[in-house]
């Protein structure tokens, strides 16, 4: 079977897009897993983050599904929205549009450069639950917001919420980013264990000054990740409730693939985030998979863009950015 890709990235967080809305594979679920695992493994030429597939929708303009390199489905994916929500935007030639995901319809919107010429698209982040069944998080209370657990450090504090995909959040100091905790505490709660059984993507953030944080998020299914969107989305939220970042103003989230930027907004009791940032092109290519074999792929042909010239630009700024407010 032939299969036509496209190689993207949102925050340096990289994605495999397949097009169902204009070819017709006719994957099983069987194969999309084997697909993403065989596909975006690092040792292979593609090697990514996950798989996008875009596909239509019975009401809305395309309907999102993400599988992450080891086969898992993920209910959302902010960086993987902007790059699928560039993509129809562009097939359907619209500024606006609406993305049916696992959990909610999502709005995406055309935006000015984010940082020199990039392609810049805003995605709307909801629902936000924190309800420790919607994680979900086996604890004896109700929620869990800058609080310890005690099963994962006697000194950091942490924050539950589901966007809808499941985080867990705590804010450190310069010495928390450099340690090795996130990595222990991520790799637990993602092996078997008590409090978590479908696992959580877990971020370290650091407030750097009033409206600007850095964020950096071990992903569920992944490992660590360049950025990871629903966490930079999530993280800067709970920003807004433990610190001096308010709600309805720009929140300047940096990490290890760039930048984005963040507004939370609350409706009543509910909140939504908006999550602005580059959606890159890398390469479009044809490749041969045997369903049978899939990790016996070849690439066929490969035409390759130029578009990361400028977000390297990007790149480098958040590289001296975060060498010398996070890492001096």
Known sequence: ????????????????????????????????????????????????????????????????????????EASMCGNGLRCVGRYVCELLEKDQIIVETMKADLKVSKEVPIYNDIP???????PVLFSLDSVPMNLDQDTLINQKVDDLSDQLTFTAVAVPNPHLISFVENEGIRANTQKTISEFVNGPNHLFPDGVNVSFVKIIDLGVIYVRTFERGVGFTNACGTAMSASSLVSCLISDNKIGQMIDVYNNGGKVRCVVHKYGHEYQIDLIGNATYLF?????????????????????????????????????????????
Not at 26 to 40: M, V, W, Y
Not at 49 to 61: C, E, F, P, R, V
Request: a negative charge; aromatic letters at 10%; glycine letters at 4%.
């Open 1 to 72: 079977m032939n299969i036509n890709i496209r190689k993207c990235h949102g925050s340096g967080n990289d994605f495999l897009l397949i097009d169902e809305m204009s070819d017709q594979y006719n994957f099983s679920e069987t194969d999309r897993q084997n697909l993403a695992i065989a596909l975006c493994d690092r040792n292979t030429s593609l090697g990514a983050d996950g798989i996008l597939y875009t596909m239509k929708s019975d009401h809305a303009d395309a309907k999102m599904r993400v599988f992450n390199a080891d086969g898992s």
């Open 120 to 126: 810049t698209y805003c995605v709307e982040i909801s």
């Open 284 to 328: 479009e290519a044809k490749i041969f998979v045997d369903e049978k074999y899939p990790e016996k792929f070849e690439v066929l042909n490969q035409i390759n863009f130029d578009e990361q010239k400028k977000y390297e630009e990007l790149e480098k700024h958040a590289k001296e950015f975060i060498e010398k407010n996070v890492l001096y």
